[in-house]
Nanobody
Framework: QVQFVESGGGLVQAGGSLRLSCAAS????????IGWFRQAPGKEREGVSC????????FYSDSVKGRFTISRDNVKNTVYRQMNSLKPEDTAVYYC???????????????????WGQGTQVTVSS
């Protein structure tokens, strides 16, 4: 069974840091690009970052660029996201999902992704 399990979320003060993990099971992570998305109450799902499979290219939304870093460990079948300088507007449920190929023009489009995890809640207090 193909599955993602996100973890590492929690409550943190503004300016703090969290490290999220996205562990894949039931398939090998290596051939896929993996994206992180978030969804706040009443808002659409937003692409936050993505890491490609072959060359490790990374993509970030303008809202997190310079604060978040995505990485992958294909041996552990896990993708990570380090989040620094957190802001209250980063509060959301964070999800990961896979897509065959990541491109600069389309990585942020969530319909291109499959096999979403259950999400992990990140809450940033002011």
């Amino acid at each position: 069974q193909v599955q993602f399990v996100e973890s590492g979320g929690g409550l943190v003060q503004a300016g703090g840091s969290l490290r999220l993990s996205c562990a894949a099971s039931g398939f090998t992570l290596d051939p896929y690009a993996i994206g992180w998305f978030r969804q706040a109450p009443g808002k659409e799902r937003e692409g936050v970052s993505c890491i490609s499979s072959s060359d490790g290219n990374t993509f970030y939304s303008d809202s997190v660029k310079g604060r978040f870093t995505i990485s992958r460990d294909n041996v552990k079948n896990t993708v990570y996201r380090q989040m620094n300088s957190l802001k209250p507007e980063d509060t959301a449920v964070y999800y990961c999902a896979r897509t065959p190929t990541a491109r600069a023009s389309s990585w942020m489009l969530y319909p291109l992704y499959d096999d979403w995890g259950q999400g992990t809640q990140v809450t940033v207090s002011s």
